[in-house]
């Protein structure tokens, strides 16, 4: 082990966790040629060709989405130059690959992983990171700091598993209604949401095949931000609805097109060419607007408040290479 200087420096090339705590009480991890450490305030990220700092609070937002979400669909940036590539079986860790500067200047650096790998060492930089009181899934407002030096944990926060539902919330088997008793109450700016739920009146022999639930009032029991849920499944289609306020913690480069349907609020998406980061447009949407979003961009949205939001996703593994072939628009509309 070299000594702790506060340099960011990566002890061995082997995957995992480095075995002493840095002074701070955090863990040093590496990944490929990758190295992980934190202090009070910041990640510190460094790969063969440089290094890269952000603030804890906004990469450890950023990993817990990228963990719980299996790399989600396409690109996770944490920021503007570190980020993930979901090749579903393997994925990408990459610094500067898609931020012109750094193409240029040839200082970009990218390794392919396994998927179990990398997700492994992730959880680890995740479970270690976050301290008592931080819930990186939650609002600002209802969260404790992520900040200091190493203080207890929040591993029941941080290894909460995503909401999928097989077939619908609500029916038998599938994924349960939300209601005070199972630990879901109203959250504090969802207080005016109705809270009935409809009543079904299935013809006999139909009681596990019919269903419906109140969608607002399910959404207005969510104690996290910027994390869809599945909540309805036919097929590829896939309703996934979340609720959001502050900051989506990543910018996500798509590999396929995603329409949003903002079910309340407000939310402005700040849109960017994909691989380049060339800004592309502002996008403000106001409750019942609904938006394509293609599938060579990458998103970023602010929510003034929590707001609801309807993400349609196309579940096909097939959709990627369609697409990158230009066998299928990335655009799902023309005007
Ligand atoms: C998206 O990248 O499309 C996305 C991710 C998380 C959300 C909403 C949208 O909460
Ligand atoms: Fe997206």
Same mark, same amino acid.
């Given at each position: 082990m070299s000594s702790d200087t506060g340099s960011v420096q990566v002890d061995t090339p082997a995957t995992g966790s480095l075995a002493e705590p840095n002074r701070h009480g955090y863990h040093r991890f590496s990944l490929g040629e990758f190295g992980f450490e934190r202090d009070e305030y910041f990640a510190h990220i460094t790969w063969p060709t440089g290094a890269h700092v952000m603030s804890v609070d906004s990469f450890l937002r950023a990993l817990q989405r990228d963990v719980a979400w299996n790399?989600?669909?396409?690109?996770?940036?944490?920021?503007?130059?570190?980020?993930?590539?979901?090749?579903?079986?393997?994925?990408?860790?990459?610094?500067?690959?898609?931020? %012109?500067?750094?193409?240029?200047?040839?200082?970009?650096?990218?390794?392919?992983?396994?998927?179990? %790998?990398?997700?492994?060492?992730?959880?680890?930089?995740? %479970?270690?990171?976050?301290?008592?009181?931080?819930?990186?899934?939650?609002?600002?407002?209802?969260?404790?700091?992520?900040?200091?030096?190493?203080?207890?944990?929040?591993?029941?926060?941080?290894?909460?598993?995503?909401?999928?539902? +097989?077939?619908?919330?609500?029916?038998?088997?599938?994924? +349960?209604?939300?209601?005070?008793?199972?630990?879901?109450?109203?959250?504090?700016?969802?207080?005016?949401?109705?809270?009935?739920?409809?009543?079904?009146?299935?013809?006999?022999?139909?009681? %596990?095949?019919?269903?419906?639930?109140?969608?607002?009032?399910?959404?207005?029991?969510?104690?996290?931000?910027?994390?869809?849920?599945?909540?309805s499944v036919c097929r590829d289609s896939l309703m996934c609805p979340t609720t959001e306020e502050y900051i989506l913690p990543i910018i996500h480069g798509n590999d396929r097109a995603e329409w949003f349907v903002l079910l309340s609020d407000e939310i402005v998406w700040e849109v960017e060419d994909r691989d380049s980061g060339a800004k592309r447009a502002t996008v403000t949407m106001k409750a019942g607007d609904v938006a394509a979003m293609p599938a060579d961009i990458r998103h970023q949205g602010y929510a003034p408040k929590r707001s609801m939001l309807l993400v349609w996703e196309n579940g096909s593994a097939d959709l990627p290479a369609l697409i990158s072939s230009g066998q299928v628009s990335a655009r799902p509309v023309e005007f």
């Open positions: 790399f989600f669909y396409g690109i996770v940036n944490f920021d503007g130059v570190f980020g993930t590539v979901n090749h579903y079986g393997t994925v990408d860790i990459f610094a500067g690959r898609y931020n %012109d500067a750094y193409r240029k200047a040839e200082l970009d650096y990218l390794e392919n992983l396994e998927t179990d %790998d990398i997700r492994g060492v992730f959880m680890a930089i995740l %479970d270690d990171w976050t301290n008592e009181g931080f819930d990186p899934f939650a609002s600002p407002a209802e969260t404790g700091t992520a900040f200091g030096e190493k203080h207890g944990s929040n591993t029941a926060a941080v290894s909460r598993v995503r909401v999928e539902a +097989k077939r619908m919330v609500g029916l038998p088997g599938d994924e +349960k209604i939300r209601d005070d008793a199972g630990g879901h109450p109203v959250n504090r700016q969802f207080a005016d949401v109705a809270q009935d739920e409809p009543v079904v009146e299935a013809r006999p022999g139909y009681e %596990d095949r019919v269903g419906g639930f109140n969608l607002a009032a399910y959404l207005s029991r969510s104690p996290v931000t910027w994390n869809p849920s599945i909540v």
